[in-house]
């Protein structure tokens, strides 16, 4: 009995032991760490805004609450197209932001983003995972310590909203239009005058006819921000952007200083976010067309000589890039070899299969 009794409190102290020594062992693996974001969007835009409090909700969870991450919109801590300098230089952890808002540091940041006549969301992330996509990306932002990941894309977008109707090539001449990096070259070079200007200040600067013209996302995102009470022509496709990828930026020095899981945390989230902003477009935009199209909102397709002068204007625009930049060409030659080799596939069998169907259903509703 007595030996029974010895051998009881000798394994509840080893039971004991482990525990104090494993306690610590565990804080260490799975530390608390408290993270700062900032948006380039502001809380208006639910698939923008929300798709980065989706990842920072997921990493949370995942850690049980260990790894905090405040996601703040545009313009709380840094304004909305400062946002990879603020995560460049520290000021904060990560960012949620596009890589054409800074065409004026280097226009290879585009392929981040989008290129014009470019590849599509599903193309964009099969050049990520797939192709060379990542390999090349992480080159590019390695200099300016990043870390980037893919977190959203909001599938191929609309031409935007124009307060005359766009017949011919000659009526972009002298157009004030709201577009970002690449697509504001090429269409500058159809005489048009591009404006950068942050998602929040587009509306006011439409309606006090500071722009002549806006492009922004799509119908979910255009409706809520209201631009068909100012604009009534809305143009498609946006040829500047077949599947714009949007990226979390992750300061190198800190992303590297996480343990290896809460890595593996943050690149599962941004997967998840990733496919669920896609997710909202495809959901919502069709719907949200309808409702402008009802209200008012007069949808065209832009002339046949638009893009033809726009995907030329492109070329032009590569070739002069790939001259003067050994990265821009290096990224430009890859992201367009799989371009080109992916786009016969999708016309094939994607694009008469979504042909006949949308001709199938209408005939189906006049009968």
Request: hydrophobic share 40%.
């Amino acid at each position: 009995m007595q030996r029974r009794s010895f051998l009881k409190k000798a394994g509840m102290g080893m039971v004991a032991g482990t525990a104090a020594v494993g306690a610590p062992a565990l804080a260490q693996e799975n530390p608390s760490i408290k993270w700062r974001m900032a948006s380039s969007f502001p809380r208006s835009l639910p698939a923008l805004f929300g798709t980065s409090e989706k990842f920072v909700k997921y990493v949370n969870e995942a850690t049980n609450g260990q790894f905090v991450i405040d996601v703040f919109p545009a313009g709380e801590i840094v304004p909305a197209l400062q946002v990879m300098d603020a995560v460049s230089n520290g000021t904060v952890q990560a960012g949620h932001t596009c890589g054409y808002y800074y065409f004026g540091k280097s226009p290879a940041y585009c392929f981040d983003t989008a290129v014009p006549f470019g590849l599509t969301a599903r193309q964009m992330m099969a050049w990520i995972l797939e192709g060379n996509g990542k390999t090349l990306l992480r080159e590019l932002f390695a200099p300016v310590n990043i870390v980037n990941f893919p977190l959203g894309n909001t599938g191929v977008q609309m031409g935007g909203w124009y307060r005359k109707e766009i017949n011919s090539l000659e009526d972009l001449k002298g157009l004030k239009m709201r577009t970002s990096g690449f697509a504001g070259e090429v269409l500058a070079r159809l005489g048009v005058i591009p404006q950068q200007i942050a998602g929040g200040d587009i509306y006011p600067s439409l309606e006090k006819g500071t722009l002549d013209a806006v492009e922004f996302v799509g119908p979910y995102d255009d409706e809520k921000l209201g631009f068909n009470k100012v604009a009534k022509y809305y143009y498609y496709p946006g040829f500047w952007e077949g599947g714009p990828q949007v990226s979390a930026y992750m300061n190198k020095g800190e992303f590297e200083k996480l343990p290896k899981n809460y890595q593996a945390i943050v690149e599962a989230a941004c997967m998840y976010a990733t496919a669920n902003m896609t997710a909202v477009y495809d959901a919502h935009n069709a719907g949200a067309l309808r409702r402008l199209i009802a209200g008012g909102a007069v949808l065209k397709e832009f002339p046949k000589d638009v893009l033809d002068a726009g995907f030329k204007a492109s070329v032009q625009l590569y070739k002069e890039f790939s001259d003067k930049d050994p990265m821009f060409k290096k990224i430009h030659d890859d992201y367009m070899a799989f371009r080109d080799d992916l786009a016969p596939w999708f016309n094939l069998v994607e694009g008469s299969y979504t042909r006949y169907l949308a001709y199938a259903i209408a005939q189906s509703r006049k009968a």
